[in-house]
C-alpha cells in the first residue's frame, strides 16, 4: 500500500518569551513509516513534539490530521484523535497503580453506576502488558514503586492502549536497557505494520538508522532537511545538525596512559568489600587525576555502585572511603550530604528526578548544595548567588531566558549543563557520572568530555558510570566491568583495547 500523508505540518512557530523554539517549521508524517527527528540540544525537537501531541499550543502555523484542520487542546484531546506521545521525562503519576496509569481517562470502560471495576481494569491492564512483552510489572502495583526504566514501559503501555495512528517517542530508548530497548522496537514495528505513523526522537544515530525509513533534521528551531534510506549517513547527519563538521575522534586524544603504575599516586576514594542486593565483594580504588570507566549490562549492578559511593544508598556490607586533605587521612563516607561535605558530587542517570529539581530555577539548582558559603549572620547573600550562577552558566554557554527560569522548560543538554555547573562551583574533587551524555546531542557530548579532560588535568578525579563501551574506552584511563553485580575484569588504557573484548566480560 502507498503511504499517504498523516500529519501535514505548515510554518508552525512557538517561542518562550525571548527564546524561539520553533521557527516556520513545515513538515509530513506518512502511513507506514518510522520518521526519525533529530537536533542539538534546544534546536526545539521535543517543542514541535509536544505541540503535536496537543501539550503546547503553537503561536502561529497550521496542522492537518488525514486532511482535516488539527488543533488539540490538550494532550486528552490529541489521544483522542489516535496521536500520543511517549514523554522524555516521566510521564506517569504516583500514587496510583499501573493499571489506573495505563487506562487514565479511559476508565468508563470499568465503570457500572459510577463505581470503577478494578478486577476488571487490572485483568485488561495485565493483557496490555502481556501483549507487549512486559511480564514483570504487575497491574496492581503503584508505579511509585517502580524504577525509571519499569515506569517507561507503563508509559508506553498507557500509549498503546489508545490504538494510536501517530506515535511520538521522545529520546525515551536512552532510558532503557538493552532488554527493554527491544521492546519498545517491537511496539514500533508493529504500530509501523498497521499502517500508523511513528515520529521517533533520538540522539542515538546509530540507532535511528537502524530503525528509521527517513530523517528529518532541525536546527535553531528551523527545518534543515529530510534524509531517507542510503542517504541516512551519520557524519552528513552530524554536521547538517550543528551546521559543522563533527568527528569521531572527539575522546582523548593520549592512546596510551604513559603512567600507567597508580603506585606512585595517591588513593583518593576505596571502595572496600560492598556487598548489596545487587552488588557482591565490590572492591577497588580510585586515584587523583583519572577516570575510572565503569560498564557492564544495565542490569549489572553498575548503576547501584554509583550509588553506593555517593551515600544515597548503603551497603549491606562494606565501605567506601575518601581522602579528606584537611586531615590528610581517608574518611568513611556516612551519607550523600556526608559526600558533598568531603567533596563528592553525583550526576545521576536519571537527570531529571535525581540530580535536578525542575521546580526550582537554574540558579537555585546550581547554588543547592554551596548555600553554606552563601551565607553570612544566618542569611543567604542573592547577591553571592547570582553572581555565582551567572559566571557558571557563562562558562558552561547554558542556553536560558535568565538564571531565574525553571529547569523543566530547558532541553536536555542545557539540563545536564546545569548538573555540572552544580558541582563544579562546588569545586568538588571527586565525581560520580552516571551516564553523563546520555540523551544529549553530540555538539555537547564533544564539550562534556572536553570538560572531563579538564577536570583530569587539575588532579579532579571520575569515576564514569556508562553503558556506552565506546565512551569508556576513549574517555578512561582504567576500566571496570561489572558482571552479576561483580568485577569481572580491570584493564588500563591500551591503544588496542576493542568493544568485542570487553563484550566478552559482561556477557
Not at 470499568?110 to 470503577?116: P, V, Y
Not at 548489596?276 to 553498575?302: A, K, T, W
Not at 572511603?321 to 558533598?340: C, F, G, H, R, T
Not at 530555577?361 to 553570612?376: M, T, V
Request: hydrophobic share 35%.
Amino acid at each position: 500500500m502507498e503511504p499517504r500523508t498523516v500529519l501535514k505540518i505548515e510554518n508552525i512557530s512557538k517561542s518562550f518569551t525571548l527564546t524561539r523554539a520553533v521557527h516556520d517549521f513545515s513538515f509530513e508524517l506518512c502511513s507506514g513509516t518510522i520518521h526519525g527527528l533529530i537536533g542539538e540540544n534546544g534546536s526545539g525537537k521535543s517543542t514541535l513534539a509536544s505541540i503535536i501531541a496537543g501539550i503546547l499550543e503553537p503561536d502561529s502555523g497550521k496542522m492537518f490530521l488525514n486532511n482535516n484542520l488539527y488543533n488539540p487542546k490538550s494532550a486528552y484531546d490529541a489521544s483522542e484523535k489516535k496521536v500520543t506521545m511517549v514523554v522524555q521525562e516521566v510521564g506517569t503519576i504516583d500514587g496510583i497503580s499501573v493499571a489506573s496509569n495505563i487506562f487514565l481517562n479511559k476508565e468508563s470502560q470499568f465503570q457500572k453506576l459510577g463505581l470503577i471495576n478494578f478486577k476488571k481494569m487490572y485483568k485488561a491492564a495485565e493483557q496490555v502488558l502481556d501483549e507487549l512483552g512486559i511480564k514483570h510489572i504487575l497491574p496492581n502495583e503503584l508505579t511509585s514503586g517502580l524504577n525509571f526504566e519499569d515506569r517507561k514501559l507503563v508509559e508506553i503501555a498507557k500509549a498503546l492502549v489508545s490504538k494510536p495512528e501517530i506515535l511520538i517517542i521522545d529520546e525515551t530508548s536512552n532510558a532503557l536497557s538493552s532488554k527493554a530497548r527491544k521492546i519498545l522496537y517491537e511496539i514500533i514495528e508493529t504500530v509501523k505494520t498497521s499502517g500508523g505513523s511513528v515520529l521517533f526522537i533520538t540522539h542515538d544515530l546509530n540507532e535511528l538508522v537502524d530503525i528509521c525509513d527517513l530523517v528529518t533534521i532541525m536546527r535553531d528551531g528551523e527545518y534543515v532537511e529530510t534524509l531517507e534510506g542510503s542517504e541516512m549517513d551519520i557524519s552528513v547527519m552530524k554536521k547538517l545538525m550543528v551546521g559543522r563538521e563533527i568527528y569521531d575522534e572527539y575522546y582523548r586524544k593520549d592512546a596510551i596512559l604513559n603512567n600507567a603504575n597508580q603506585k606512585n599516586k595517591r588513593p583518593i576514594l576505596r571502595a572496600s568489600k560492598l556487598f548489596s542486593p545487587e552488588l557482591r565483594d565490590i572492591s577497588f580504588e580510585l586515584y587523583q587525576g583519572e577516570i575510572l570507566g565503569i560498564g557492564g549490562l544495565s542490569e549489572s549492578g553498575m548503576h547501584e555502585l554509583g550509588q553506593l559511593l555517593f551515600g544515597l544508598e548503603k551497603p549491606d556490607s562494606g565501605s567506601v572511603e575518601v581522602y579528606v586533605p584537611e586531615k590528610q587521612e581517608m574518611s568513611l563516607i556516612k551519607n550523600s550530604a556526608d559526600a558533598v561535605n568531603k567533596g563528592m558530587g553525583y550526576m545521576s542517570k536519571n537527570r531529571d528526578r535525581e540530580s535536578l529539581i525542575l521546580e526550582l530555577s537554574i540558579k537555585e539548582n546550581i547554588c543547592l548544595p554551596y548555600l553554606r558559603h552563601f551565607e553570612r549572620l544566618g542569611l543567604v547573600s542573592k547577591k553571592r548567588e547570582e553572581d555565582h550562577s551567572i559566571n557558571l552558566c557563562e562558562q558552561f554557554s547554558i542556553k536560558m531566558e535568565s538564571i531565574d527560569q525553571y529547569c523543566n522548560q530547558l532541553s536536555g543538554g542545557n539540563k545536564q549543563k546545569v548538573v555540572f555547573a552544580k558541582w563544579i562551583g562546588c569545586d568538588s574533587d571527586i565525581f560520580i557520572m552516571d551516564c553523563p551524555t546520555r540523551g544529549i546531542d553530540v555538539g555537547v557530548k564533544e564539550n562534556i568530555y572536553n570538560l572531563m579532560m579538564e577536570l583530569k588535568l587539575e588532579g579532579k578525579s571520575i569515576v564514569m558510570i556508562s553503558e556506552e563501551l565506546t565512551e569508556i574506552i576513549g574517555m578512561s584511563d582504567r576500566v571496570l566491568i561489572l558482571k552479576n553485580g561483580g568485577i569481572s575484569v580491570e584493564v588500563k588504557r591500551e591503544s588496542n583495547l576493542t568493544e568485542q573484548y570487553l563484550i566478552e566480560y559482561m556477557i
